[in-house]
């Protein structure tokens, strides 16, 4: 740190004569100047003259000097102390003549070196990043210090510093690191791109000055995983659907984690809805026993038996969704129940630990011996409906360091039985009607489905005059929206001649020629092509044989009859340009109020596909461009299997030009 220097200096008078007589009856004494203040810029020094003889202050002229320079415009008993003294030495002359008319000169003793403020440190280079939920590895960068003052243009170190979502450390030369907590329950929770938070870290400079680096995390959107879960049915009369885990010996503290989805489709026969249920039970799984049984209704989340505790969480059908419960049993006896937290989607359900509601404490005071996942009830069935579990993990301490057990179902095959009749299931023998089925989830694009009933539109091209076509028109073209879509392009996309033809995903204005597109994407044998952007390089790799997921924006708010509208593409999650681009279309007056057309193409004109096929699934089309408000959508569920979509169909909801597509299971 700078020292901060106080003076105070006194100096002899270098004194003049006065007249004669005056002399012969007055004797003179030596005035003295005394400074004060401190030798820092910003401050103020101060002289003080004080004579035995008197002295008037109006009389006094004041000159201040930093070394042997005098400072101009400084006539007066102060001096204010700029930058531009600094490292200088300070002195003061006054002259006068006192009360018995003596004339005096008086300087002062030099100060120390005025020291100068110093310069706060400026910040440049790598101060934010960007990073999706799913990411485990280490985000990196380096910060840039600016400082004119020596030595200190470094950083204060930090070494592995705990943040708000991850770990994060900075060298004194600036390179940082960032290592995202990926398991936080708030940044799984993250659900698509718009959906973000921030961690705020600190730095700062060798001088004091901080800053920070801003890491923000955000969802991943319309990245569709295929994985494995156990899909939970209610068709008994006699007994709910349920999955039951039953441990080996109660586990006093712990915690437990899981993924769920329940659609929209819970209801019995006779359209009464029926909840799902995620409990932890001790010695006893009688429901009014339950350590806590969390209802999951048609559109809010209930804790059984707690009617005081009001969980102001919504319940979206249709989405996957997280839970997470703690307890502790540690103080629980037979007359006090355990203690529990409850967290959706990483937002707690209240803001301290409450206690259990089970009936009977004797058999919760050992804590959580089962947990168990339920569909509907004893009394009817759910014929279309179902439940799904993913990613169950059992801790034997609250804070979840130790596994006691998890399953993520991956180590099944597609259709095993998770009930009793299947002897390698883990589960207790009151596992009822449920099966590990492989889904897709992820983001906000694709719902759970079982792939055996899935259903999808198929396009092939067997015309030597026409393309295989699903085209959709809206009755208005749409000046701001999105597209998502969901595709499947094999890998036998050959003519008979071996010729390897393309599949396409285009929107377009008032004309569909393909000239005059908003944009057309073309799905070529390994790669994805923009027609006629040549300058726009899509280094997302087509891999064949497998589900895509693509967004399409499109802004026309600005398009003319010379301005074309602007677009986004985005490919399992990855965009293909950092910023919007121009439409390359031919006709911008065909497009200047937006999107008419949809369309998704297998072939072309000129030759045919014979075995090649080109599915489409989960279209939904945007009349905005944050994808709030749907203006059409379709996951071909609705259809009769086998059903045309061609103009042959007066059902179909698919304008007149589609060609050679008909609904398929997977």
Same mark, same amino acid.
């Given at each position: 740190m700078k020292k901060l220097f106080a003076m105070s200096v006194i100096a002899l008078a270098v004194a003049g004569c006065s007249d004669d007589t005056t002399s012969e009856k007055v004797g003179n004494s030596f005035g003295q100047v005394t400074l004060s203040g401190t030798a820092l810029v910003g401050e103020t020094l101060t002289a003080a003259v004080s004579d035995v003889n008197g002295v008037d202050? !109006?009389?006094? @002229?004041?000159?201040?000097?930093?070394?042997? +320079?005098?400072? *101009?415009?400084?006539?007066?008993?102060?001096?204010?102390?700029?930058?531009?003294?600094?490292? !200088?030495?300070?002195? +003061?002359? +006054?002259s006068y003549t006192d009360n018995d008319n003596f004339s005096e000169v008086i300087k002062s003793n030099e100060t120390d070196p005025v020291i100068g403020l110093t310069t706060p440190a400026s910040f440049?280079?790598?101060?934010? =990043?960007?990073? &999706?939920?799913?990411?485990?590895?280490? $985000?990196?960068?380096?910060?840039?210090?600016?400082d004119n003052d020596e030595g200190e243009a470094v950083l204060e170190a930090q070494t592995d510093v705990v943040a708000m979502y991850g770990t994060f450390s900075i060298a004194t030369t600036g390179e940082w690191t960032y290592a995202l907590d990926t398991s936080n329950s708030t940044i799984s929770s993250l659900d698509g791109e718009s959906d973000t938070v921030t961690d705020t870290l600190t730095i700062t400079s060798a001088d004091g000055t901080t800053s920070s680096v801003m890491v923000t995390i955000t969802g991943v959107s319309n990245v569709a995983v295929t994985t494995k879960v156990a899909k939970i049915t209610d068709s008994m009369t006699d007994d709910a659907g349920e999955l039951r885990y039953k441990l080996s010996d109660a586990i006093s503290e712990g915690k437990l984690t899981v993924s769920f989805f329940k659609d929209d489709k819970a209801e019995t026969s006779?359209?009464? !809805? &029926?909840? %799902?249920?995620?409990?932890?039970?001790?010695? *006893?799984?009688?429901?009014?026993?339950a350590i806590i049984d969390l209802r999951i209704q048609s559109d809010k989340f209930v804790i059984r038996d707690q009617d005081d505790i009001d969980v102001s969480i919504p319940f979206t059908p249709g989405v996957w969704t997280d839970v997470e419960m703690t307890w502790d049993a540690s103080s629980a006896s037979d007359t006090v129940t355990p203690m529990l937290t409850v967290t959706i989607n990483g937002t707690s359900v209240t803001t301290d630990a409450f206690s259990s509601a089970s009936s009977s404490p004797s058999d919760v005071l050992g804590g959580v011996r089962y947990a168990i996942f339920k569909l509907g009830d004893n009394g009817s069935t759910i014929p279309s409906a179902a439940y799904y579990i993913d990613d169950i993990k059992i801790y034997s301490d609250i804070a979840g360091t130790t596994v006691a057990f998890e399953d993520d179902f991956e180590s099944y095959n597609v259709g095993d039985s998770l009930d009793d009749d299947n002897t390698a299931s883990p589960y207790n023998s009151n596992t009822a009607e449920a099966v590990v089925a492989e889904v897709t989830k992820g983001g906000d694009s694709v719902d759970p489905v079982d792939p055996?009933?899935?259903?999808? %539109?198929? #396009?092939?091209?067997?015309?030597?005059?026409?393309?295989?076509?699903?085209?959709?028109?809206?009755?208005?073209?749409?000046?701001?929206?999105?597209?998502?879509?969901?595709?499947?392009?094999?890998?036998? %996309?050959?003519?008979?001649?071996?010729?390897? &033809?393309? =599949?396409?995903?285009?929107?377009?204005?008032?004309?569909?020629?393909?000239?005059?597109?908003?944009?057309?994407?073309?799905?070529?044998?390994?790669?994805?092509? #923009?027609?006629?952007?040549?300058?726009?390089? $899509?280094? $997302?790799?087509?891999? /064949?044989?497998?589900?895509?997921?693509?967004?399409? @924006?499109?802004? =026309?708010?600005?398009?003319?009859?010379?301005? @074309? /509208?602007?677009?986004?593409?985005?490919?399992?999650?990855?965009?293909? @340009?950092?910023?919007?681009?121009? *439409?390359?279309s031919s006709s911008p007056s065909d497009v200047m109020t937006g999107v008419r057309y949809a369309i998704f193409k297998l072939g072309d004109n000129g030759s045919t596909l014979p075995t090649a096929a080109y599915y489409i699934d989960n279209i939904k089309i945007y009349s905005d461009l944050a994808g709030t408000t749907v203006a059409f959508e379709d996951d071909f569920e609705g259809y009769a299997e086998g059903v045309s979509l061609d103009t042959d169909n007066t059902d179909s909801p698919y304008n007149s030009n589609s060609a050679e597509v008909v609904v398929v299971k997977e």
């Amino acid at each position: 740190m700078k020292k901060l220097f106080a003076m105070s200096v006194i100096a002899l008078a270098v004194a003049g004569c006065s007249d004669d007589t005056t002399s012969e009856k007055v004797g003179n004494s030596f005035g003295q100047v005394t400074l004060s203040g401190t030798a820092l810029v910003g401050e103020t020094l101060t002289a003080a003259v004080s004579d035995v003889n008197g002295v008037d202050a !109006a009389n006094i @002229t004041y000159t201040w000097m930093a070394g042997d +320079v005098v400072i *101009s415009g400084a006539t007066s008993e102060t001096l204010v102390l700029t930058e531009d003294l600094a490292t !200088a030495e300070i002195t +003061v002359t +006054v002259s006068y003549t006192d009360n018995d008319n003596f004339s005096e000169v008086i300087k002062s003793n030099e100060t120390d070196p005025v020291i100068g403020l110093t310069t706060p440190a400026s910040f440049s280079g790598d101060r934010s =990043a960007v990073v &999706k939920n799913n990411i485990t590895d280490v $985000v990196m960068g380096t910060v840039v210090v600016t400082d004119n003052d020596e030595g200190e243009a470094v950083l204060e170190a930090q070494t592995d510093v705990v943040a708000m979502y991850g770990t994060f450390s900075i060298a004194t030369t600036g390179e940082w690191t960032y290592a995202l907590d990926t398991s936080n329950s708030t940044i799984s929770s993250l659900d698509g791109e718009s959906d973000t938070v921030t961690d705020t870290l600190t730095i700062t400079s060798a001088d004091g000055t901080t800053s920070s680096v801003m890491v923000t995390i955000t969802g991943v959107s319309n990245v569709a995983v295929t994985t494995k879960v156990a899909k939970i049915t209610d068709s008994m009369t006699d007994d709910a659907g349920e999955l039951r885990y039953k441990l080996s010996d109660a586990i006093s503290e712990g915690k437990l984690t899981v993924s769920f989805f329940k659609d929209d489709k819970a209801e019995t026969s006779d359209g009464t !809805a &029926k909840d %799902a249920y995620i409990g932890l039970y001790g010695e *006893s799984t009688s429901t009014s026993n339950a350590i806590i049984d969390l209802r999951i209704q048609s559109d809010k989340f209930v804790i059984r038996d707690q009617d005081d505790i009001d969980v102001s969480i919504p319940f979206t059908p249709g989405v996957w969704t997280d839970v997470e419960m703690t307890w502790d049993a540690s103080s629980a006896s037979d007359t006090v129940t355990p203690m529990l937290t409850v967290t959706i989607n990483g937002t707690s359900v209240t803001t301290d630990a409450f206690s259990s509601a089970s009936s009977s404490p004797s058999d919760v005071l050992g804590g959580v011996r089962y947990a168990i996942f339920k569909l509907g009830d004893n009394g009817s069935t759910i014929p279309s409906a179902a439940y799904y579990i993913d990613d169950i993990k059992i801790y034997s301490d609250i804070a979840g360091t130790t596994v006691a057990f998890e399953d993520d179902f991956e180590s099944y095959n597609v259709g095993d039985s998770l009930d009793d009749d299947n002897t390698a299931s883990p589960y207790n023998s009151n596992t009822a009607e449920a099966v590990v089925a492989e889904v897709t989830k992820g983001g906000d694009s694709v719902d759970p489905v079982d792939p055996v009933d899935n259903q999808m %539109a198929k #396009i092939t091209d067997s015309m030597t005059d026409d393309a295989g076509e699903l085209r959709y028109k809206l009755s208005d073209a749409i000046s701001e929206g999105k597209l998502t879509v969901s595709f499947w392009k094999d890998d036998m %996309a050959e003519t008979s001649e071996g010729v390897a &033809k393309d =599949a396409y995903i285009g929107l377009y204005g008032e004309s569909t020629s393909t000239s005059n597109a908003i944009v057309d994407l073309r799905i070529q044998a390994d790669k994805f092509v #923009i027609r006629d952007q040549d300058d726009i390089d $899509v280094t $997302v790799p087509f891999v /064949p044989g497998q589900w895509n997921q693509v967004e399409m @924006t499109w802004d =026309a708010s600005d398009a003319t009859d010379a301005v @074309t /509208p602007l677009v986004t593409i985005t490919i399992n999650g990855t965009s293909v @340009t950092t910023d919007a681009f121009s *439409s390359a279309s031919s006709s911008p007056s065909d497009v200047m109020t937006g999107v008419r057309y949809a369309i998704f193409k297998l072939g072309d004109n000129g030759s045919t596909l014979p075995t090649a096929a080109y599915y489409i699934d989960n279209i939904k089309i945007y009349s905005d461009l944050a994808g709030t408000t749907v203006a059409f959508e379709d996951d071909f569920e609705g259809y009769a299997e086998g059903v045309s979509l061609d103009t042959d169909n007066t059902d179909s909801p698919y304008n007149s030009n589609s060609a050679e597509v008909v609904v398929v299971k997977e």
